[in-house]
């Protein structure tokens, strides 16, 4: 997405710009958006799932319509899911200061 090419382009620029190797820090800030694609990745498994279970409903003739609530509340479960993930980790993850970099992982993850 734009977002992390922005955040990756303000890490290159950090570490070309930088007097010296220590000098290459960016602040934590900018770091959020490494965390957010990160907790919405565990919610992959929960739409394959759901994938899954849509296709079980197919296969057995289950009505649209229940299909359509299922698909509803499959959905809202893997958003409710990456957005619960996120912040169980990332809760108390630092957002002041300066890094050299931005990790995806925290010691919660």
Avoid: M
């Avoid at 479960?77 to 890094?99: D, Q």
């Amino acid at each position: 997405s734009s977002a992390i090419r922005s955040l990756q382009a303000v890490l290159l620029y950090s570490r070309y710009a930088a007097a010296s190797p220590c000098d290459a820090q960016v602040p934590r800030a900018f770091c959020i958006v490494r965390l957010l694609g990160t907790s919405a990745v565990p919610s992959f498994v929960v739409v394959h799932t759901s994938i899954n279970a849509l296709r079980w409903l197919s296969a057995f003739n289950v009505s649209a319509h229940r299909q359509s609530i299922v698909t509803r509340v499959l959905l809202g479960g893997s958003l409710t899911y990456a957005i619960v993930y996120g912040f169980i980790v990332f809760w108390a993850e630092p957002l002041n200061g300066r890094a050299p970099y931005c990790t995806s992982l925290t010691k919660e993850s």
